[in-house]
């Protein structure tokens, strides 16, 4: 089974393609039913069908007409899927018939997009919460496209801000005229810019060390009070300057950034005092008060960590050390847990009002990005840990994120929700991903919950073509199912896309109960999805637990999966052996255990919240990469071959070429960097050599191009420092302790190797 190539149709990845009858027999498969759904990942495929009209909903499941729905076409009606109700056809299917189907009911199309415009809505079709809903009329939102808050860090070194600046002013003239912009400038207080105010640089000022409501903050930048006016008077509404089109403020606002300057000189032996908290807490009040519908962010743009206010993360005095996961172990960060409290609070105001928070920090030390996870992961933002505004994983990481489609419309996708419609016989458990929940029940809604849970809807403040979320099943036993049928599911997706309104994506599909011991259990095994599956429940894990006891969880759910899945005769470990449906499986759980996702040993809190995040949101392709790395060798035998990751794999007269997702290393072995080093690329008479040189920069090159944030590029020779980057990713078949080493590379670690490790499963699999 070519789990890839239904990916492409689906876009969708299961753990197991074949689902047990039982909750029992479903337990024992220890990997979870479920499903990894990259809800857009069609989005610019032209075999996808738009349809320019609204769906047909069953009004007793609110499933959607798809292919599944068993037609009778004299009486035009159609009986859904999920719940057997019998729905009619609107008189605008008149004309259906066996020779004359719509869309949603070919096939071949498991997945169609209905788009519509604002003009067309009716009630109970937006996607806010109650508390974004809006004073402004739908004409006004078909015309306002989405608003852009930046909070800039005025305590950023000079040239850096130079730096920031202009990439700040190149964004603003790409973004489309009926764009929001707003300005927030912060060190130790807090400006909201008046961009209508063109006099002269006016901004409001709020301190710092102040946490203030989203109310208070609304009457300081005196917005109209939505209370009902006295009867006899009229209300005045002032038009208000902080949040205008781009076409209205763009001189004002080039203006203002160009005369931004960074706050000084800093006390010796202090840090910059930098207000990010109530910084981000005003720029979400100013988007609440205009009670944007069309879509918002926050950017926040820092060099440091908060030192001042809510969401502290150190004292300003140096002489106090920033967290590390020791000290937020053994409770030594006294200001973690309270910043953390804030945050979420931060996160609710954010979901509540269908807000983005994305966070560009550039620093060479943490800036509090643990602290900040929450209100990021959670409203489905951008993270990129950095260096310096001046670098250009900065430069390409933001002008990615405002990319246009050939019409001019950003792409980006707000306000978006998921709702998950099954058959009876499966019930849902949660879900794992940048999401909330939505507290939608309803009687097929387990009480087990996983991650998200107690719900069948989502939210999601934003959207990409690769944000995946993970979704969690069990057998229904209150339904007798019988094997050999089928079973239904339907991920209904609603988001707003630029100036073309609300789209509707739905996804349905289908698979089969088999019975006990079934081949077709194994046959459908998807061990990449399982793999990635049991990642994100490891991070999820050890957000409220030590890491040695996820790893206890990992291995011990691996020694279940081995004694069930594995062929061996009990108390023999030299008999063990599983099938190729399995045999990767093991080696993926190895590499996870020895991730940074679990392991946090050398990262910071804020690198392992970074490194966690990007795991929740990426699809199964992606998330691999980050779980088990992969390696490419060059050489002059022929065209690059992939080769373990193993420390055998080193050799002298080759080049490696190592992506981890989040940094890709070219390794030049000892004979290959001496011969570069005496030129001998650059001599016509050693043209080969030029071309093995040449070859891995240009795969790296494609590796990086497509990726967010931009993964980091490294060249480094054999025995350098900077080979530490591979060598701490190998697996350690041979280190000092290592008796044979016939000149091969050695690792100096106390980690077991995979071969030890995989000798370790075997005999504790087969003890039954």
């Known amino acids: ?79 859904c899927p999920f719940c057997h109700h019998k729905n009619r056809f609107p008189k605008s299917y008149a004309g259906i018939g066996e020779n004359n189907l719509p869309a949603e009911l070919f096939p071949t199309y498991s997945a169609v997009e209905y788009q519509y415009q604002y003009s067309n809505l009716g009630g109970g079709h937006g996607l806010s919460s109650s508390s974004s809903s809006s004073n402004l009329s739908t004409s006004a939102d078909s015309k306002a496209g989405p608003a852009f808050v930046f909070v800039v860090d005025l305590c950023t070194p000079e040239d850096e801000l130079r730096a920031l600046k202009n990439e700040l002013l190149h964004v603003i003239s790409q973004l489309p005229e009926n764009a929001l912009l707003g ?45 009902q006016p006295y009867l006899g008077k009229t209300s005045i509404v002032q038009k208000q300057g902080f949040l205008l089109a781009v076409s209205e403020c763009e ?107 994305d966070l560009f920090a550039c620093s060479l030390d943490q800036v509090g990005a643990a602290e900040l996870k929450s209100p990021v992961e959670r409203s489905g933002g951008f993270m990129m840990l950095g260096e310096l505004f001046e670098s250009e994983q900065f430069r390409k990481c933001l002008r990615h994120l405002f990319k246009c489609d050939n019409n001019g419309n950003l792409k980006m996708c707000f306000d978006a929700s998921i709702e998950v419609v099954t058959t009876n016989d499966v019930k849902i458990c949660g879900a794992l991903g940048p999401c909330v929940s939505l507290r939608k029940r309803n009687i097929l809604v387990s009480d087990n919950e ?39 599911v339907q991920f209904i997706t609603r988001y707003r896309y630029g100036a073309t309104g609300i789209r509707r994506r739905v996804t349905t599909v289908a698979r ?10 194994s046959a459908g095994f998807d061990q990449e999805a399982a793999a990635t599956v049991m990642g994100r429940l490891a991070i999820d894990r050890a957000e409220r637990h030590f890491v040695r006891d996820v790893i206890r969880w990992v291995d ?4 279940r999966f081995a004694s069930q899945f594995g062929d061996y005769i009990q108390e023999d470990p030299s008999s063990f052996r599983l099938s190729s449906n399995f045999s990767l499986y093991p080696q993926f759980m190895y590499y996870l255990r020895r991730s940074q996702f679990i392991n946090v040993f050398n990262s910071s809190p804020d690198e392992t919240a970074f490194f966690r995040l990007m795991l929740n949101r990426e699809g199964v392709v992606g998330s691999m990469i980050m779980i088990q790395p992969t390696l ?130 075997q005999e504790l699999a087969v003890q039954g």
């Open 450 to 488: 996983i991650g998200e849970g107690s719900t069948n809807a989502w939210k999601l403040c934003s959207l990409t073509n690769k944000t995946c979320v993970a979704f969690f099943f069990e057998v229904n036993d209150n339904q007798k199912v019988e094997p050999g049928s089928a079973f239904f």
């Open 556 to 559: 011990d759910n691996l020694i």
């Open 1 to 79: 089974m070519d789990f890839l190539e239904l990916e492409g149709i689906e876009g969708l990845r299961w753990s197991w393609n074949s689902w047990p009858t039982t909750k029992s027999e479903a337990t024992s498969l220890v990997i979870p039913l479920s499903i990894m759904c990259t809800p857009l990942a069609l989005m610019e495929s032209s075999e996808l069908p738009v349809l320019e009209y609204e769906p047909l909903i069953c009004i007793t499941c609110g499933a959607i007409l798809n292919p599944y729905a068993r037609v009778d076409y004299q009486s035009k009606i159609w009986h």
């Open 251 to 357: 001189f004002i606002v080039t203006t203002v950034i160009e005369e931004m300057r960074s706050s000084g000189m800093v006390a010796r032996g202090h840090r910059p005092l930098r207000a990010t908290g109530t910084a981000i807490s005003v720029a979400v009040g100013l988007i609440e008060g205009f009670m944007v519908r069309t879509g918002s962010r926050v950017m926040v743009f820092t060099s440091g960590p908060t030192t001042v206010g809510p969401g502290i993360v150190v004292e300003s005095d140096c002489s106090y050390s920033i967290r590390n996961h020791r000290d937020l172990i053994n409770g030594h960060a006294p200001f973690f847990d309270k910043s953390c409290s804030f945050y979420k609070k931060i996160t609710q105001r954010l979901c509540d009002a269908s807000i983005v928070l």
């Open 512 to 521: 089969r109960w088999v019975g006990k011991n079934s081949p077709e259990i």
């Open 632 to 761: 490419f060798q060059y050489s002059f035998d022929g065209p690059p071959i992939p080769v373990l990751l193993d420390i055998c794999s080193v050799c002298p007269d080759v080049i490696l070429l190592f992506d981890s997702y989040f940094y890709v290393v070219i390794h030049y072995g000892t004979k290959v960097a001496q011969w570069r080093k005496l030129g001998y690329h650059k001599d016509p008479n050693h043209e080969n050599f030029r071309k093995l040189l040449e070859a891995p920069e240009l795969d790296a090159d494609q590796l990086i191009v497509e990726r967010m944030p931009v993964p980091k590029l490294i060249r480094c020779d054999q025995h350098s420092s900077q080979a530490r980057f591979l060598l701490a990713k190998l697996n350690p078949s041979v280190t000092h302790n290592s008796t044979y080493t016939d000149g091969s590379e050695i690792i100096f670690t106390d980690d077991v190797s995979l071969k030890v490790f995989m000798d370790h499963l």
């Open 183 to 227: 300005l927030v400038s912060f060190d130790s207080m807090v400006r909201v810019h008046d961009l209508g105010f063109a006099d002269c640089n006016r901004a409001v000022l709020f301190q710092g060390h102040r946490d203030l409501t989203s109310t208070q903050i609304q009457q300081f930048l005196q917005f109209p009070s939505m209370k």
